[in-house]
């Protein structure tokens, strides 16, 4: 049956037809399962536009009388320094808070000196107690300090551990840690505030190197991001989800059932039903049918329909006539016939016309040849 309605459907005159809505189908399909997999909403963190902390590192170095600088003093230095001839780094610590329009920020802030040992151990030196600050702007100076890491007292601490411990590292870690809490207030948001941008040194016997930034930048994020509502673009045009999701959907229902019904009646219809029918009774009497190519001449003859085929068959033999078959494709009937000498009986199958129909076919044609 698939078979059939499916060579009917592919027929040249519906063909194109056909292969359009079926295209017009997966298209809608692809574009329904794709809206409907997308989120209606989009969470992203507002960091453009956002308040920015920014922490800048300036260090020196003060050295004692050595060949390299013989009266000694604060230098400037690089990324290394020598601890055999430095004894203390001085430093300043700027922290400030940008925005692009004017914000309230309040909260407090510590710096701290941590000495680490791996994951062994570590211990905080304060540098700076914790102060408290309360300041409003477009930039806000939150610390602005100067400090200095006494190398000797962090010798003689790392000594007294190893003693202490028995345990002595090749490497240590010096930080320096401010430490900045509180809240940021802006375009009515309320933004917590926990910054720690850390100054880092490796500590060994030979020297004491660098191993971070000395300026970073961090964006104050509000607590939550912002919720977008998801969009649909094509051409250069922005669309609801929702409403991409409803039309696809929709589109792709409604040609599901164009396609559905093209491939059950959009060509022939219900002459499948009739051809099935027929070929049956063909294929179980097929030696008494005759098919014909050409309407019978019915002139002067009582045209005698039967509701049956059993019925024509029974006529058959009582007047031992043969039954033929005719097949008009153009207007979609066939039939069956017995010719007697005064009467001309007929079968249509119920599925595709009434035996009036039948009766103005066989009206249409004055002679026959036999197939």
């Known amino acids: 049956m698939l078979n059939r309605i499916l ?29 409907w997999i997308r989120p ?26 050595n060949v390299l600088h013989p009266k000694g003093g604060t230098i400037e230095v690089g990324d290394t320094l020598y601890p055999k001839i430095t004894t203390a780094i001085p430093f300043d610590v700027t922290s400030v808070i940008s925005a692009e329009e004017e914000v309230l920020a309040k909260g407090t802030y510590e710096v701290q000196l941590l000495i680490k040992a791996g994951d062994n151990w570590e211990r905080a030196f304060s540098l700076q107690n914790k102060q408290n600050f309360v300041e409003k702007g477009m930039d806000i100076s939150v610390i602005d300090s100067s400090y200095e890491i006494d190398l000797a007292q962090v010798k003689t601490f790392i000594l007294q551990v190893e003693n202490e411990t028995g345990v002595r590292q090749s490497q240590y870690e010096l930080e320096i840690v401010p430490t900045i809490q509180g809240v940021l207030q802006y375009s009515d948001k309320l933004t917590e505030i926990d910054i720690q941008d850390r100054l880092l040194f490796n500590y060994l016997s030979e020297e004491i190197k660098l191993a ?40 792709f229902l409604l040609l599901l059932v164009s396609v559905l019904f093209s491939l ?6 219900p002459v499948n039903a009739v051809t099935s029918e027929a070929e049956k009774l063909t294929k179980k009497y097929g030696r ?13 003859k009582t045209i005698v329909p039967f509701a049956s085929f ?62």
């Not at 209606?40 to 009388?65: F, G, M, N």
């Not at 930034?213 to 989800?241: D, H, R, W, Y």
């Not at 014909?292 to 002139?299: A, N």
């Open 7 to 35: 060579a009917t459907v592919l027929k040249k005159s519906n063909k194109k037809l056909f292969l359009s809505l079926l295209s017009l189908l997966i298209v809608m399909g692809g574009l329904s399962v794709y809206s």
């Open 40 to 65: 209606k909403t989009t969470t992203l963190p507002a960091v453009d536009s956002a308040p920015r902390i920014e922490t800048t590192y300036a260090y020196q170095a003060v050295v004692a009388p």
């Open 212 to 251: 971070s930034a000395k300026v970073f930048s961090t964006a104050i994020l509000p607590n939550e991001n912002q919720t977008m509502t998801t969009s649909f673009s094509v051409l250069g045009f922005s669309f609801s989800l929702l409403l991409v999701r409803i039309s696809s959907t929709s589109l």
């Open 264 to 269: 059950v009646y959009l060509d022939e219809g």
């Open 288 to 300: 008494r049918v005759i098919p014909i190519s050409k309407q019978i001449d019915v002139e002067g």
């Open 310 to 371: 059993t019925s024509m068959l029974k006529i058959a033999d009582e007047i031992e006539q043969p039954i033929f078959f005719y097949e008009n494709g153009n207007e979609h009937s066939q039939m069956y016939l017995v010719v007697d000498v005064l009467c001309v009986y007929t079968y249509v199958p119920s599925t595709v016309a009434a035996p009036e129909r039948a009766n103005k076919d066989l009206g249409k044609r004055k002679e026959f040849v036999i197939g």
